[in-house]
Protein backbone atom coordinates (compact mmCIF):
# COMPACT_ATOMS: atom_id res chain seq x y z
CA UNK A 1 0.00 0.00 0.00
CA UNK A 2 1.41 3.46 -0.77
CA UNK A 3 2.26 5.70 2.62
CA UNK A 4 -0.52 8.28 3.41
CA UNK A 5 1.23 11.31 3.91
CA UNK A 6 -2.12 12.91 4.57
CA UNK A 7 -3.22 10.40 7.20
CA UNK A 8 0.11 10.34 8.82
CA UNK A 9 0.39 14.02 9.01
CA UNK A 10 -0.58 15.91 12.45
CA UNK A 11 -2.92 18.72 11.59
CA UNK A 12 -6.33 17.31 10.83
CA UNK A 13 -7.15 17.36 6.96
CA UNK A 14 -10.28 19.87 7.85
CA UNK A 15 -8.13 22.55 9.20
CA UNK A 16 -5.67 22.30 6.60
CA UNK A 17 -5.61 25.31 4.05
CA UNK A 18 -6.56 23.56 0.64
CA UNK A 19 -2.83 24.23 -0.86
CA UNK A 20 -1.62 22.01 2.15
CA UNK A 21 -3.77 19.18 1.00
CA UNK A 22 -3.08 19.14 -2.52
CA UNK A 23 1.29 19.02 -1.39
CA UNK A 24 0.50 16.25 0.70
CA UNK A 25 -1.51 13.82 -2.28
CA UNK A 26 -0.75 12.09 -5.02
CA UNK A 27 -0.61 12.46 -8.35
CA UNK A 28 -3.82 10.96 -10.42
CA UNK A 29 -2.79 8.79 -14.26
CA UNK A 30 -5.11 11.06 -16.07
CA UNK A 31 -2.73 12.26 -19.13
CA UNK A 32 -4.58 15.10 -19.16
CA UNK A 33 -3.28 16.82 -15.59
CA UNK A 34 -0.48 19.27 -14.95
CA UNK A 35 1.40 18.65 -12.32
CA UNK A 36 3.85 21.34 -10.50
CA UNK A 37 7.01 20.77 -10.50
CA UNK A 38 8.91 23.98 -9.18
CA UNK A 39 7.16 26.71 -7.09
CA UNK A 40 8.37 30.27 -5.55
CA UNK A 41 5.00 31.77 -4.16
CA UNK A 42 3.96 34.60 -1.41
CA UNK A 43 0.53 35.12 -0.88
CA UNK A 44 -0.09 38.40 1.10
CA UNK A 45 3.13 38.21 2.46
CA UNK A 46 3.32 40.19 5.41
CA UNK A 47 -0.36 40.37 6.58
CA UNK A 48 -2.81 37.21 8.20
CA UNK A 49 -3.35 35.68 5.13
CA UNK A 50 0.21 35.04 4.61
CA UNK A 51 0.71 32.03 2.58
CA UNK A 52 4.75 31.16 0.92
CA UNK A 53 5.43 27.96 -0.72
CA UNK A 54 9.08 27.01 -1.94
CA UNK A 55 8.61 23.87 -4.18
CA UNK A 56 11.46 21.51 -6.04
CA UNK A 57 10.57 18.44 -7.66
CA UNK A 58 13.53 15.50 -6.82
CA UNK A 59 13.92 12.49 -9.28
CA UNK A 60 14.45 9.62 -6.95
CA UNK A 61 15.97 6.23 -7.89
CA UNK A 62 13.90 3.24 -7.38
CA UNK A 63 10.37 1.59 -7.95
CA UNK A 64 9.42 1.18 -4.44
CA UNK A 65 7.62 3.81 -2.74
CA UNK A 66 8.18 5.34 1.10
CA UNK A 67 8.69 8.19 2.73
CA UNK A 68 12.51 9.50 2.26
CA UNK A 69 14.11 12.24 5.00
CA UNK A 70 13.44 15.68 4.66
CA UNK A 71 16.47 17.07 2.47
CA UNK A 72 18.42 20.00 2.67
CA UNK A 73 17.15 21.94 -0.03
CA UNK A 74 13.55 21.86 0.84
CA UNK A 75 13.46 25.80 2.25
CA UNK A 76 15.50 27.23 -0.41
CA UNK A 77 13.06 26.35 -3.11
CA UNK A 78 16.43 25.42 -5.41
CA UNK A 79 18.64 23.49 -6.90
CA UNK A 80 21.69 25.37 -6.21
CA UNK A 81 22.06 28.44 -3.91
CA UNK A 82 24.86 30.83 -4.74
CA UNK A 83 27.76 29.71 -7.32
CA UNK A 84 30.61 27.60 -6.83
CA UNK A 85 33.87 29.81 -4.45
CA UNK A 86 37.28 29.41 -5.29
CA UNK A 87 40.14 31.04 -6.96
CA UNK A 88 42.41 27.97 -7.87
CA UNK A 89 42.06 26.77 -11.55
CA UNK A 90 39.76 23.77 -11.39
CA UNK A 91 38.53 24.21 -8.05
CA UNK A 92 34.60 23.49 -9.62
CA UNK A 93 36.06 20.33 -11.70
CA UNK A 94 33.60 18.20 -9.29
CA UNK A 95 30.72 20.84 -9.71
CA UNK A 96 27.40 18.73 -10.19
CA UNK A 97 23.98 20.36 -9.09
CA UNK A 98 21.58 18.08 -7.49
CA UNK A 99 18.88 18.13 -4.71
CA UNK A 100 20.82 16.35 -1.95
CA UNK A 101 22.28 13.71 -4.70
CA UNK A 102 19.02 13.38 -6.49
CA UNK A 103 18.41 14.69 -9.79
CA UNK A 104 15.61 17.67 -10.48
CA UNK A 105 13.29 18.32 -12.82
CA UNK A 106 13.98 21.94 -13.06
CA UNK A 107 17.04 23.74 -12.62
CA UNK A 108 16.66 26.22 -10.24
CA UNK A 109 19.32 28.72 -9.15
CA UNK A 110 19.00 31.91 -6.56
CA UNK A 111 21.35 33.87 -4.65
CA UNK A 112 18.84 35.28 -2.44
CA UNK A 113 18.11 38.21 -4.71
CA UNK A 114 18.04 36.80 -8.22
CA UNK A 115 16.45 33.88 -9.48
CA UNK A 116 16.49 32.07 -12.55
CA UNK A 117 14.65 29.01 -13.53
CA UNK A 118 14.80 26.27 -16.65
CA UNK A 119 14.01 22.25 -17.47
CA UNK A 120 16.62 20.37 -16.09
CA UNK A 121 18.84 19.41 -19.34
CA UNK A 122 18.08 15.40 -18.86
CA UNK A 123 14.55 16.16 -18.66
CA UNK A 124 14.15 18.13 -22.21
CA UNK A 125 16.71 15.90 -23.94
CA UNK A 126 15.31 12.51 -22.84
CA UNK A 127 12.19 13.69 -23.88
CA UNK A 128 13.17 15.37 -26.91
CA UNK A 129 11.28 18.67 -26.00
CA UNK A 130 11.59 21.76 -28.13
CA UNK A 131 11.73 25.11 -26.37
CA UNK A 132 10.42 28.53 -27.23
CA UNK A 133 9.98 31.52 -25.01
CA UNK A 134 7.24 33.74 -24.78
CA UNK A 135 8.50 37.28 -24.26
CA UNK A 136 7.86 41.13 -23.27
CA UNK A 137 7.09 41.33 -19.67
CA UNK A 138 6.08 37.74 -19.44
CA UNK A 139 9.04 36.05 -20.18
CA UNK A 140 7.98 32.55 -19.74
CA UNK A 141 9.73 29.21 -21.32
CA UNK A 142 7.32 26.57 -23.20
CA UNK A 143 8.47 23.31 -23.81
CA UNK A 144 6.70 21.24 -27.09
CA UNK A 145 7.23 17.72 -27.77
CA UNK A 146 7.40 18.48 -32.03
CA UNK A 147 7.42 15.36 -33.05
CA UNK A 148 3.86 14.58 -32.39
CA UNK A 149 3.11 17.02 -32.18
CA UNK A 150 2.20 18.04 -28.27
CA UNK A 151 2.60 21.44 -27.17
CA UNK A 152 3.02 23.50 -23.77
CA UNK A 153 4.45 20.04 -22.51
CA UNK A 154 6.43 22.07 -19.93
CA UNK A 155 6.39 25.68 -18.84
CA UNK A 156 7.13 28.20 -16.42
CA UNK A 157 8.34 31.72 -15.82
CA UNK A 158 12.34 32.36 -16.52
CA UNK A 159 12.64 34.17 -13.46
CA UNK A 160 12.06 36.71 -10.27
CA UNK A 161 14.04 38.75 -7.84
CA UNK A 162 13.35 39.08 -4.20
CA UNK A 163 13.84 42.12 -2.33
CA UNK A 164 11.93 42.57 0.64
CA UNK A 165 9.54 40.25 -1.09
CA UNK A 166 8.96 37.99 -3.80
CA UNK A 167 8.51 40.46 -6.89
CA UNK A 168 7.34 37.92 -9.46
CA UNK A 169 5.51 34.51 -8.47
CA UNK A 170 7.02 31.60 -10.47
CA UNK A 171 5.33 28.33 -11.38
CA UNK A 172 6.06 25.40 -13.29
CA UNK A 173 3.91 23.29 -14.59
CA UNK A 174 4.63 19.56 -16.66
CA UNK A 175 1.96 16.82 -18.66
CA UNK A 176 1.65 14.48 -15.85
CA UNK A 177 1.89 12.04 -18.98
CA UNK A 178 5.84 13.30 -20.11
CA UNK A 179 6.39 13.64 -16.43
CA UNK A 180 5.85 10.33 -15.56
CA UNK A 181 7.51 9.06 -18.40
CA UNK A 182 10.32 10.61 -17.97
CA UNK A 183 9.78 8.86 -14.44
CA UNK A 184 9.25 5.67 -15.77
CA UNK A 185 12.78 5.90 -18.68
CA UNK A 186 14.43 6.85 -14.81
CA UNK A 187 12.99 3.87 -12.83
CA UNK A 188 12.78 6.76 -10.28
CA UNK A 189 9.85 8.33 -8.21
CA UNK A 190 8.85 12.12 -8.27
CA UNK A 191 9.59 13.82 -5.32
CA UNK A 192 8.23 17.38 -3.52
CA UNK A 193 10.63 19.09 -2.02
CA UNK A 194 9.10 21.59 -0.27
CA UNK A 195 8.75 24.39 2.60
CA UNK A 196 5.41 25.56 3.86
CA UNK A 197 4.29 28.49 6.11
CA UNK A 198 0.85 29.78 6.68
CA UNK A 199 -1.11 31.51 9.16
CA UNK A 200 -3.97 29.86 10.69
CA UNK A 201 -6.62 30.48 12.93
CA UNK A 202 -5.97 29.69 16.91
CA UNK A 203 -8.63 26.48 16.95
CA UNK A 204 -7.92 23.58 19.40
CA UNK A 205 -6.94 21.03 17.56
CA UNK A 206 -3.47 22.36 16.09
CA UNK A 207 -3.07 23.95 20.16
CA UNK A 208 -3.31 20.62 21.23
CA UNK A 209 -0.12 19.79 19.17
CA UNK A 210 1.32 22.23 20.98
CA UNK A 211 1.08 20.82 24.46
CA UNK A 212 0.67 23.93 25.87
CA UNK A 213 3.85 26.02 24.71
CA UNK A 214 4.34 28.93 22.71
CA UNK A 215 6.60 27.36 20.04
CA UNK A 216 6.79 23.49 19.37
CA UNK A 217 8.45 21.88 16.78
CA UNK A 218 7.79 17.84 15.76
CA UNK A 219 8.86 14.84 13.35
CA UNK A 220 7.14 12.29 12.59
CA UNK A 221 7.35 9.85 16.31
CA UNK A 222 8.74 6.67 14.35
CA UNK A 223 9.40 5.92 11.02
CA UNK A 224 11.28 8.01 8.20
CA UNK A 225 11.59 12.21 9.67
CA UNK A 226 9.79 13.26 6.06
CA UNK A 227 8.69 16.41 7.94
CA UNK A 228 10.08 19.11 10.03
CA UNK A 229 6.55 21.00 11.40
CA UNK A 230 7.13 24.28 13.35
CA UNK A 231 4.29 26.02 14.79
CA UNK A 232 4.60 29.20 16.87
CA UNK A 233 1.70 31.71 18.24
CA UNK A 234 2.19 34.95 16.00
CA UNK A 235 -0.03 38.10 15.78
CA UNK A 236 -3.30 36.79 16.94
CA UNK A 237 -2.83 33.14 14.79
CA UNK A 238 -1.07 30.23 14.90
CA UNK A 239 2.33 30.00 12.27
CA UNK A 240 3.02 26.74 10.98
CA UNK A 241 6.08 26.22 8.97
CA UNK A 242 6.64 23.10 7.19
CA UNK A 243 9.84 21.37 5.72
CA UNK A 244 9.02 18.06 3.54
CA UNK A 245 9.60 15.61 1.22
CA UNK A 246 6.83 13.85 -0.24
CA UNK A 247 6.32 11.29 -2.79
CA UNK A 248 4.09 12.39 -5.23
CA UNK A 249 4.23 10.48 -8.40
CA UNK A 250 5.55 6.78 -9.36
CA UNK A 251 7.32 5.96 -12.24
CA UNK A 252 3.34 4.03 -13.89
CA UNK A 253 2.72 5.45 -17.23
CA UNK A 254 -0.59 7.09 -18.30
CA UNK A 255 -3.09 5.38 -19.68
CA UNK A 256 -1.96 5.70 -23.30
CA UNK A 257 -4.44 7.85 -25.14
CA UNK A 258 -5.24 4.89 -28.45
CA UNK A 259 -7.90 5.29 -31.31
CA UNK A 260 -7.71 1.40 -31.24
CA UNK A 261 -11.06 0.01 -29.93
CA UNK A 262 -13.16 3.12 -29.89
CA UNK A 263 -16.96 3.21 -30.18
CA UNK A 264 -18.11 5.64 -33.17
CA UNK A 265 -21.42 7.41 -33.05
CA UNK A 266 -23.80 5.15 -35.65
CA UNK A 267 -21.41 2.10 -35.08
CA UNK A 268 -22.31 -1.22 -33.03
CA UNK A 269 -18.96 -2.50 -33.17
CA UNK A 270 -15.84 -0.83 -31.81
CA UNK A 271 -13.13 0.24 -34.54
CA UNK A 272 -9.83 -1.16 -34.98
CA UNK A 273 -7.18 0.06 -37.23
CA UNK A 274 -7.51 -3.23 -38.67
CA UNK A 275 -10.83 -3.13 -39.29
CA UNK A 276 -11.18 0.34 -40.73
CA UNK A 277 -8.73 -0.36 -43.10
CA UNK A 278 -10.13 -3.26 -44.81
CA UNK A 279 -13.40 -0.79 -45.05
CA UNK A 280 -14.42 -0.89 -48.65
CA UNK A 281 -17.99 0.94 -48.17
CA UNK A 282 -17.34 4.73 -47.69
CA UNK A 283 -18.52 4.16 -43.81
CA UNK A 284 -19.20 8.28 -43.66
CA UNK A 285 -18.12 10.00 -40.07
CA UNK A 286 -19.73 13.36 -39.74
CA UNK A 287 -17.69 15.50 -37.20
CA UNK A 288 -18.56 19.10 -36.05
CA UNK A 289 -16.42 21.13 -38.05
CA UNK A 290 -14.61 22.80 -34.17
CA UNK A 291 -12.34 19.78 -34.30
CA UNK A 292 -10.28 21.86 -37.11
CA UNK A 293 -9.88 24.71 -34.37
CA UNK A 294 -6.91 23.09 -32.99
CA UNK A 295 -5.30 22.74 -36.57
CA UNK A 296 -6.76 26.00 -37.67
CA UNK A 297 -5.37 28.18 -34.75
CA UNK A 298 -1.54 27.09 -34.74
CA UNK A 299 0.57 28.19 -37.21
CA UNK A 300 2.32 25.23 -36.73
CA UNK A 301 -0.34 22.90 -39.07
CA UNK A 302 -0.99 23.60 -42.78
CA UNK A 303 -5.06 23.51 -42.41
CA UNK A 304 -5.98 25.83 -46.09
CA UNK A 305 -8.82 24.97 -47.76
CA UNK A 306 -8.74 23.08 -50.48
CA UNK A 307 -11.19 23.29 -53.67
CA UNK A 308 -11.27 19.69 -55.39
CA UNK A 309 -13.50 18.88 -58.15
CA UNK A 310 -16.32 21.42 -56.96
CA UNK A 311 -15.83 19.95 -53.29
CA UNK A 312 -14.03 21.70 -50.64
CA UNK A 313 -11.43 19.96 -48.30
CA UNK A 314 -9.78 20.23 -45.12
CA UNK A 315 -7.60 17.54 -44.63
CA UNK A 316 -5.21 19.57 -42.15
CA UNK A 317 -1.63 18.06 -42.12
CA UNK A 318 1.79 18.40 -39.53
CA UNK A 319 4.72 19.65 -41.74
CA UNK A 320 4.52 16.39 -44.14
CA UNK A 321 4.64 14.09 -41.54
CA UNK A 322 1.12 13.49 -41.02
CA UNK A 323 -2.28 14.35 -42.63
CA UNK A 324 -6.05 13.87 -42.40
CA UNK A 325 -7.24 13.38 -45.59
CA UNK A 326 -10.58 13.43 -48.00
CA UNK A 327 -12.26 15.77 -45.05
CA UNK A 328 -14.88 17.07 -46.75
CA UNK A 329 -17.06 20.18 -45.57
CA UNK A 330 -20.67 19.42 -45.58
CA UNK A 331 -23.39 21.97 -44.51
CA UNK A 332 -22.88 24.83 -42.22
CA UNK A 333 -20.79 23.25 -39.48
CA UNK A 334 -19.75 19.29 -40.57
CA UNK A 335 -17.06 17.77 -41.92
CA UNK A 336 -17.43 14.68 -43.54
CA UNK A 337 -14.51 11.81 -43.58
CA UNK A 338 -14.56 8.25 -44.61
CA UNK A 339 -13.45 6.17 -41.70
CA UNK A 340 -10.57 4.23 -43.47
CA UNK A 341 -9.22 7.97 -44.14
CA UNK A 342 -9.44 8.82 -40.64
CA UNK A 343 -7.46 5.99 -39.71
CA UNK A 344 -4.74 5.87 -42.04
CA UNK A 345 -1.26 6.71 -40.24
CA UNK A 346 -1.32 9.54 -37.73
CA UNK A 347 -0.78 9.31 -34.13
CA UNK A 348 -4.11 8.00 -32.40
CA UNK A 349 -4.38 10.99 -30.25
CA UNK A 350 -5.21 12.71 -33.71
CA UNK A 351 -7.72 10.31 -34.39
CA UNK A 352 -9.19 10.41 -30.52
CA UNK A 353 -9.37 14.31 -30.87
CA UNK A 354 -11.21 13.73 -33.99
CA UNK A 355 -13.99 11.51 -32.48
CA UNK A 356 -14.38 13.42 -29.68
CA UNK A 357 -16.67 15.93 -31.72
CA UNK A 358 -18.18 13.48 -34.02
CA UNK A 359 -22.15 13.48 -34.72
CA UNK A 360 -24.14 10.86 -33.96
CA UNK A 361 -25.91 10.34 -38.30
CA UNK A 362 -29.31 10.17 -36.58
CA UNK A 363 -28.63 13.87 -35.08
CA UNK A 364 -28.54 14.58 -39.12
CA UNK A 365 -31.86 14.11 -40.04
CA UNK A 366 -32.84 17.68 -39.86
CA UNK A 367 -29.66 19.50 -40.64
CA UNK A 368 -29.09 21.02 -44.36
CA UNK A 369 -26.14 19.20 -45.37
CA UNK A 370 -26.17 21.79 -48.61
CA UNK A 371 -26.39 24.32 -46.35
CA UNK A 372 -23.05 27.17 -47.09
CA UNK A 373 -20.17 26.85 -45.07
CA UNK A 374 -18.05 29.84 -44.28
CA UNK A 375 -15.22 28.62 -46.54
CA UNK A 376 -17.51 28.98 -49.55
CA UNK A 377 -18.60 32.33 -48.57
CA UNK A 378 -15.09 33.43 -48.39
CA UNK A 379 -14.70 31.80 -51.81
CA UNK A 380 -17.83 33.75 -52.77
CA UNK A 381 -15.76 36.95 -51.20
CA UNK A 382 -12.88 36.11 -53.15
CA UNK A 383 -14.57 35.78 -56.46
CA UNK A 384 -16.55 38.94 -56.33
CA UNK A 385 -12.88 40.76 -55.33
CA UNK A 386 -11.25 39.35 -58.60
CA UNK A 387 -14.23 40.82 -60.51
CA UNK A 388 -14.17 43.89 -58.58
CA UNK A 389 -10.49 44.42 -59.58
CA UNK A 390 -10.83 43.40 -62.91
CA UNK A 391 -13.30 46.31 -63.15
CA UNK A 392 -11.56 49.03 -61.92
CA UNK A 393 -8.28 47.99 -63.47
CA UNK A 394 -10.35 48.21 -67.02
CA UNK A 395 -12.14 51.40 -65.88
CA UNK A 396 -8.98 52.70 -64.95
CA UNK A 397 -7.51 52.56 -68.74
CA UNK A 398 -10.28 54.29 -69.96
CA UNK A 399 -8.75 57.46 -68.18
CA UNK A 400 -5.56 56.85 -68.88
CA UNK A 401 -4.69 55.18 -65.19
CA UNK A 402 -2.32 52.13 -65.21
CA UNK A 403 -2.85 49.54 -62.67
CA UNK A 404 -3.60 45.86 -62.39
CA UNK A 405 -6.29 43.87 -60.87
CA UNK A 406 -3.62 42.42 -58.41
CA UNK A 407 -1.82 46.00 -57.38
CA UNK A 408 -5.74 47.24 -56.81
CA UNK A 409 -7.17 44.57 -54.73
CA UNK A 410 -4.59 41.98 -53.48
CA UNK A 411 -5.61 38.96 -55.23
CA UNK A 412 -3.96 37.47 -58.50
CA UNK A 413 -6.11 35.73 -60.77
CA UNK A 414 -4.09 33.60 -62.00
CA UNK A 415 -2.29 32.90 -59.25
CA UNK A 416 -5.74 31.84 -57.26
CA UNK A 417 -6.67 29.47 -60.34
CA UNK A 418 -2.82 27.77 -60.08
CA UNK A 419 -2.54 27.61 -56.30
CA UNK A 420 -5.33 28.42 -54.74
CA UNK A 421 -5.76 30.02 -51.35
CA UNK A 422 -1.81 29.07 -50.86
CA UNK A 423 -1.09 32.65 -51.46
CA UNK A 424 -3.33 34.12 -49.10
CA UNK A 425 -3.01 33.56 -45.57
CA UNK A 426 -5.60 36.32 -44.58
CA UNK A 427 -8.32 34.23 -46.94
CA UNK A 428 -7.57 31.44 -44.73
CA UNK A 429 -8.35 32.72 -41.46
CA UNK A 430 -11.23 34.36 -42.04
CA UNK A 431 -12.60 30.84 -43.11
CA UNK A 432 -12.08 29.77 -39.88
CA UNK A 433 -14.71 27.58 -38.08
CA UNK A 434 -17.67 29.86 -37.36
CA UNK A 435 -20.33 27.91 -35.06
CA UNK A 436 -23.51 29.15 -34.47
CA UNK A 437 -22.95 30.00 -30.63
CA UNK A 438 -19.77 32.14 -31.55
CA UNK A 439 -19.23 35.12 -28.94
CA UNK A 440 -19.51 38.97 -30.13
CA UNK A 441 -16.03 39.14 -29.27
CA UNK A 442 -15.11 36.17 -31.96
CA UNK A 443 -17.87 37.99 -34.00
CA UNK A 444 -16.30 41.47 -34.17
CA UNK A 445 -12.68 40.06 -34.47
CA UNK A 446 -13.90 38.08 -37.79
CA UNK A 447 -15.71 41.43 -39.34
CA UNK A 448 -12.40 43.14 -38.79
CA UNK A 449 -10.54 40.29 -40.59
CA UNK A 450 -13.34 40.66 -43.21
CA UNK A 451 -13.04 44.40 -43.79
CA UNK A 452 -9.41 43.67 -43.87
CA UNK A 453 -9.43 40.85 -46.69
CA UNK A 454 -12.11 43.50 -48.81
CA UNK A 455 -11.09 46.96 -48.00
CA UNK A 456 -7.81 47.56 -49.90
CA UNK A 457 -7.98 49.32 -53.13
CA UNK A 458 -6.05 51.91 -52.67
CA UNK A 459 -7.89 55.75 -51.93
CA UNK A 460 -5.59 57.41 -54.33
CA UNK A 461 -6.45 55.22 -57.71
CA UNK A 462 -10.59 55.73 -56.41
CA UNK A 463 -9.76 59.57 -55.61
CA UNK A 464 -8.47 59.61 -59.00
CA UNK A 465 -11.22 57.94 -61.02
CA UNK A 466 -13.62 60.46 -59.51
CA UNK A 467 -11.70 63.48 -60.48
CA UNK A 468 -11.54 62.45 -64.16
CA UNK A 469 -15.34 61.45 -63.84
CA UNK A 470 -15.73 65.29 -62.79
CA UNK A 471 -16.36 65.27 -59.09
CA UNK A 472 -14.48 68.28 -57.32
CA UNK A 473 -10.98 67.30 -56.03
CA UNK A 474 -11.46 69.56 -52.84
CA UNK A 475 -15.20 67.67 -52.41
CA UNK A 476 -13.41 64.42 -52.42
CA UNK A 477 -9.63 64.78 -51.12
CA UNK A 478 -11.14 64.14 -47.25
CA UNK A 479 -13.20 61.44 -48.12
CA UNK A 480 -12.62 57.63 -46.90
CA UNK A 481 -12.42 54.61 -48.94
CA UNK A 482 -16.27 53.89 -48.23
CA UNK A 483 -17.33 57.10 -49.29
CA UNK A 484 -15.09 56.91 -52.05
CA UNK A 485 -16.41 53.88 -53.60
CA UNK A 486 -19.97 54.78 -52.57
CA UNK A 487 -19.55 57.94 -55.22
CA UNK A 488 -18.00 55.65 -57.74
CA UNK A 489 -21.03 53.40 -57.29
CA UNK A 490 -23.60 56.33 -57.53
CA UNK A 491 -21.70 58.17 -60.63
CA UNK A 492 -21.45 54.71 -63.01
CA UNK A 493 -25.15 53.81 -61.94
CA UNK A 494 -26.09 56.57 -63.46
CA UNK A 495 -24.06 56.70 -66.39
CA UNK A 496 -25.60 52.65 -66.68
CA UNK A 497 -29.26 54.26 -66.18
CA UNK A 498 -28.63 56.19 -69.48
CA UNK A 499 -26.79 53.03 -71.28
CA UNK A 500 -23.23 55.56 -71.30
CA UNK A 501 -20.35 54.16 -73.07
CA UNK A 502 -17.18 53.70 -71.11
CA UNK A 503 -15.50 57.01 -72.75
CA UNK A 504 -18.54 59.06 -71.22
CA UNK A 505 -17.15 58.28 -68.29
CA UNK A 506 -14.58 61.20 -67.85
CA UNK A 507 -15.84 64.25 -67.82
CA UNK A 508 -15.57 67.69 -67.23
CA UNK A 509 -18.62 68.41 -65.38
CA UNK A 510 -19.87 68.01 -61.56
CA UNK A 511 -21.64 64.26 -61.73
CA UNK A 512 -25.16 64.53 -60.06
CA UNK A 513 -26.14 62.99 -56.61
CA UNK A 514 -22.63 61.58 -56.78
CA UNK A 515 -22.19 62.27 -53.20
CA UNK A 516 -25.86 61.02 -51.85
CA UNK A 517 -26.31 57.88 -49.98
CA UNK A 518 -26.53 54.52 -51.62
CA UNK A 519 -28.36 52.07 -50.13
CA UNK A 520 -26.41 49.05 -51.86
CA UNK A 521 -23.51 50.21 -49.88
CA UNK A 522 -25.20 50.06 -46.35
CA UNK A 523 -23.56 46.39 -45.40
CA UNK A 524 -20.44 48.03 -45.92
CA UNK A 525 -20.70 50.53 -44.01
CA UNK A 526 -22.11 48.20 -41.22
CA UNK A 527 -18.68 45.63 -41.74
CA UNK A 528 -16.98 49.25 -41.15
CA UNK A 529 -18.68 49.85 -38.07
CA UNK A 530 -18.47 46.61 -36.56
CA UNK A 531 -14.74 46.53 -37.19
CA UNK A 532 -14.80 49.41 -34.29
CA UNK A 533 -17.37 48.48 -32.37
CA UNK A 534 -15.50 48.30 -28.94
CA UNK A 535 -18.18 50.02 -27.06
CA UNK A 536 -21.18 48.54 -25.58
CA UNK A 537 -23.28 51.63 -27.23
CA UNK A 538 -21.30 51.36 -30.61
CA UNK A 539 -22.44 47.59 -30.47
CA UNK A 540 -26.09 48.58 -29.47
CA UNK A 541 -25.96 50.86 -32.71
CA UNK A 542 -24.50 48.16 -35.10
CA UNK A 543 -27.16 45.75 -33.76
CA UNK A 544 -29.97 48.13 -34.97
CA UNK A 545 -28.45 48.40 -38.08
CA UNK A 546 -28.19 44.79 -38.39
CA UNK A 547 -32.00 44.94 -37.77
CA UNK A 548 -33.29 47.70 -39.94
CA UNK A 549 -31.19 45.35 -42.69
CA UNK A 550 -33.55 42.69 -42.14
CA UNK A 551 -31.34 40.30 -39.56
CA UNK A 552 -33.23 39.39 -36.48
CA UNK A 553 -31.05 40.32 -33.30
CA UNK A 554 -32.88 37.97 -30.98
CA UNK A 555 -30.74 35.15 -32.96
CA UNK A 556 -27.80 36.95 -31.14
CA UNK A 557 -28.74 35.46 -27.64
CA UNK A 558 -28.03 31.91 -28.89
CA UNK A 559 -24.86 33.34 -30.46
CA UNK A 560 -23.74 35.57 -33.26
CA UNK A 561 -23.32 33.01 -35.72
CA UNK A 562 -25.92 33.95 -37.65
CA UNK A 563 -24.81 37.35 -37.75
CA UNK A 564 -21.80 37.01 -39.21
CA UNK A 565 -23.63 34.79 -42.05
CA UNK A 566 -25.54 37.79 -42.71
CA UNK A 567 -22.98 40.36 -42.49
CA UNK A 568 -20.76 38.45 -45.37
CA UNK A 569 -23.51 37.80 -47.57
CA UNK A 570 -24.03 41.40 -47.32
CA UNK A 571 -20.34 42.55 -47.80
CA UNK A 572 -20.60 40.12 -51.05
CA UNK A 573 -23.37 41.40 -52.51
CA UNK A 574 -22.67 44.90 -52.18
CA UNK A 575 -19.21 44.23 -53.72
CA UNK A 576 -20.97 42.57 -56.29
CA UNK A 577 -23.51 45.31 -57.07
CA UNK A 578 -20.02 47.65 -57.38
CA UNK A 579 -18.34 45.28 -59.29
CA UNK A 580 -21.19 44.45 -62.17
CA UNK A 581 -22.20 48.23 -62.23
CA UNK A 582 -18.14 48.37 -63.55
CA UNK A 583 -18.90 45.45 -65.83
CA UNK A 584 -21.72 46.63 -67.36
CA UNK A 585 -20.29 50.29 -68.03
CA UNK A 586 -16.78 48.91 -69.42
CA UNK A 587 -18.72 46.50 -71.43
CA UNK A 588 -19.92 49.35 -73.84
CA UNK A 589 -17.12 50.86 -75.55
Known sequence: MPFDYLAAFPIPVHIMPPRLCGLLEPIGLSPSQFVEVASMQESD???????????????????????????????????????????????????????????????????????????????????????????????????????????????????????????????????NEYLRRYLWLRGARGVRV??????????????????????????????????????SEHEGGLLVQLWASVEVVMPELCPEQTAEGILWP??????????????????PVYLDDRFLLKYEQSAFYDSTPVHIRGQWYCSSSYRGQWSFTECRRVGRNLVQVPMRELYKPKPDREIVHARSFAVDPADLAHVDLHEEHVVAKVQRLLEVLLRLGDGLSSLGTTVGLNKSAAELTGFDRAEVVANGWSAYPALSRLAQVAPLNMTQQMFLARCKSLHEVWQRVPNGYLKSLLEHAGCPRVAIKDLGSLRLLQALLNVIERLNAHEEASDAFPSGREPEGWNDRNAAMAALFLNNDLRIADAHETMEQCLTTLQQLGFDTANVNAGYGRALDFVMDGVINALGIVATAIENLVSRR
Open 45 to 175: PHGVQAEHLYLQMAVVPGVDGGPIEVLSEAGDGVVEYSVPAGDALGCSARFSPSISGHDYIVAAWGDGSFYTFNLAEKVWMTLGLTPRCVGNDQQRLVYDDMGLPEFGVAEGEVSSDYHWNLKRTVSWRMS
Open 194 to 231: FYYSTQLQDVPEVRALMEGKTHVSRKPAEGVAWYELDI
Open 266 to 283: GNTQPMTHARANALMAPS
